[in-house]
């Protein structure tokens, strides 16, 4: 049975720094989302403010408004924010109070951990409620760095990087999932941030949480764990941020612990400067291919796209230049699914085609 939830997401559901929040929406995972906090939004549908179709989520002006609403109080609050900086503001800690006096359980992805806030774990206490911050990592002495044991796996993994960060990498990585599942593959996802651990992804870390020595040695460590454990037929990696980007080493560290022998490129076609970098301008889809294949030694085989401030006609135009300028399958995968780009993953990997012939 699902956990019930709210997610706080205010003046930013919808938004980049959002984005969990806009990702347990789409993919709620082991929690039944209840609704979203937003004052900004407050009276519309959730589904409809993101995808234009209504999913019956409402989003509602504050927490108080939300519990009146709601017929059966919510267990588990959710901070939904990810802004770059990971920190709490006053009012956001206010409200998190707010949520514990109402006998909430609190559910953090922030790099502020709140089980080292004393006043916090007080207040958790006396209303008998638990705080679990999603990014914490493990003890140190559990750390693990760079074996060489990925090189002996045979299994294909994949990985979906981008041109930015938050640009729809962890939404096109579980969609692709669910496509290869639905065709009779069987697969194990790697999530690498908060959001995917949040909607209870089995293997994974938050990346970020770790220096590059580790989060190369633990990604790699959660793949082979994963391969001996399910003995997929793929592997899916969960990109981070963008091999370019300026503030971000994270897709550094997919490319030298999960070895993909193929990527897929997720672009937002509209966004012309960084979302949280607005002095640097995102770098074209032909430098990111590059940079991408000679730094990790794969191949991008396609092309996603984010559209974000685009229309259906613009959407069409930009994936028919994208497939005769860079010779890629390209698509939407919210607006047209991902067949496009599972087939092409078939093909690329020989294994793949055997098992699609017997049937998967």
């Not at 938050?206 to 391969?227: C, H």
Request: aromatic share 8%; glycine share 10%.
């Amino acid at each position: 049975m699902k956990k019930r939830a709210l997610v706080y997401c205010e003046h930013q559901f919808g938004s980049m720094d959002g984005k969990t929040a806009n990702g347990l929406v789409r993919e709620s995972g082991i929690y039944e989302i209840m609704g979203v906090i937003d004052s900004s939004k407050a009276g519309l549908d959730a589904g409809e403010v993101l995808d234009q179709k209504k999913n019956g989520i409402p989003i509602f002006k504050n927490l108080s408004h939300a519990l009146n609403q709601l017929g059966e109080k919510p267990k588990y609050f959710i901070f939904g924010i990810a802004p770059a900086d990971a920190f709490l503001k006053k009012h956001e800690r206010d409200v998190i109070i707010q949520a514990i006096k109402a006998g909430m359980n609190i559910i953090n992805p922030l790099q502020e951990f709140l089980t080292d806030d004393q006043e916090l774990m007080e207040y958790a206490k006396t209303y008998g409620v638990e705080i679990k911050d999603i990014r914490k990592p493990k003890p140190k002495k559990e750390w693990k760095i760079f074996s060489g044991r990925i090189l002996h796996i045979d299994t294909p993994i994949i990985t979906v990087l981008g041109t930015d960060g938050a640009c729809g990498k962890r939404t096109t990585a579980v969609a692709l999932e669910k496509e290869l599942q639905k065709q009779g593959f069987k697969t194990a996802f790697i999530a690498t941030g908060q959001t995917g651990l949040i909607q209870g992804a089995k293997y994974g870390f938050a990346m970020d949480a770790f220096p590059l020595q580790y989060m190369i040695g633990e990604l790699e460590s959660e793949i082979v764990r994963a391969n001996e454990t399910e003995h997929p037929d793929i592997i899916i990696v969960e990109g981070q941020g963008a091999l370019s980007h300026p503030a971000y080493a994270s897709s550094a560290g997919i490319l030298k612990g999960a070895r993909p022998q193929a990527v897929i490129l997720q672009h937002a076609p509209k966004r012309k400067v960084l979302g949280d970098f607005p002095f640097f301008p995102v770098p074209s889809v032909e430098s990111e291919i590059q940079l991408i294949e000679h730094y990790g030694k794969t191949k991008v085989i396609g092309i996603t796209l984010n559209h974000e401030g685009m229309n259906d006609l613009e959407i069409e135009k930009t994936i028919k230049e994208y497939e005769l300028k860079y010779q890629l399958p390209t698509t939407d995968i919210l607006k047209q699914g991902a067949g496009k780009i599972i087939d092409q993953i078939i093909q690329f990997f020989p294994s793949l085609q055997g098992k699609k012939l017997k049937g998967a």
